[in-house]
């Protein structure tokens, strides 16, 4: 078994339609690439799994019920269903209905794939159901039908589309589903706070009495949904706002130091140099020669 299909079903001829793509060293270097996309429809009797390559699947189910089973995990499937999955691990997706089941693919690579997968895992499971999802089938076949007519714009367009794929596989569990209930509105409103707040006097025990929600969930909570920690956010908020200031004001650091929030310049110093690698002083002479 190679790529992932089992050859031996009898309906693989018929019902699949698949591209495989060797891809040039400038892809390899500078996009994201397919190694494979395809898609099929097949019976009870067919049965799709990774072959442990060195890549990343990413799968649309299009009709019918489908079972993905992971190494400690499993999942029943059905049309708007996606799943992303390392295929280094064990999987194996397969028929879960009577009718016929209906999946499209790609097996991607790129040199920062393995940390958007990381990121992926580290806010969703490896199942998805995104509400664009026509936008997910139109991105796979736009990827199959350029690679089929071998454009020579293929590697740069691939790479567009499977970043467009990771872009809605990374949004489609923290869009706005996730400020539906009590807490998601709650940690709504503690990021908007903060953005609004930042140069005060802020701290995790002050946010959690304010919004009634425990340091322990909202610590937990919004890492899970904005990618970052509380701390992270109020820092970063700080030193863009300083950034502003060194670009459009002469005011000395000390001084933006303290409408940026820190009561220590040296702080601010050492969170400034830690973001852009630069001094603050470095930083205000780049923009201004």
């Given at each position: 078994?190679?790529?992932g ?71 029943i ?34 040199s ?16 998805f ?8 089938v139109?991105a ?73 929600i ?59 140099k ?16």
């Open positions: 078994m190679k790529g299909v089992d050859l031996d079903t009898p309906l693989f001829p018929e019902n699949t339609r698949r591209i495989i793509i060797t891809p040039a060293p400038a892809a390899k270097n500078t996009f994201f690439y397919i190694h494979e996309a395809g898609e099929m429809s097949a019976d009870r009797n067919t049965s799709i799994h990774n072959s442990r390559i060195q890549a990343y699947m990413l799968a649309a189910i299009t009709g019918g019920h489908g079972k993905l089973t992971l190494e400690n995990d499993s999942f499937l059905s049309k708007g269903d996606c799943f992303l999955i390392d295929c280094r691990s064990t999987a194996l997706f397969q028929n879960a209905g009577s009718e016929k089941w209906e999946i499209m693919w790609i097996y991607f690579s790129g920062t794939s393995e940390q958007y997968y990381d990121y992926f895992l580290s806010q969703s499971r490896n199942v159901r995104p509400h664009n999802f026509d936008k997910v139109s796979i076949s736009k990827i199959i039908e350029i690679n089929e007519k071998k454009s020579s714009c293929a590697d740069i367009l691939t790479s567009k589309y499977i970043v467009d794929l990771l872009t809605i596989a990374l949004t489609s569990n923290s869009g706005d589903s996730q400020h539906d209930s009590a807490l998601g509105q709650k940690l709504s409103a503690v990021h908007d706070y903060i953005d609004e707040f930042f140069c005060e006097e802020l701290s995790l025990e002050m946010l959690s009495s304010r919004f009634y425990s340091k322990f969930h909202l610590t937990r909570e919004y890492k899970r949904i904005y990618g970052m920690t509380i701390f992270q956010h109020i820092i970063t908020a700080r030193i863009n706002y300083g950034k502003k200031l060194l670009r459009f004001t002469d005011k000395s650091v000390e001084e933006i130091a303290h409408m940026c929030g820190f009561n220590d310049q040296s702080y601010f110093a050492r969170q400034f830690k973001s852009e690698n630069l001094t603050c002083l470095s930083y205000r002479k780049m923009w201004r020669e």
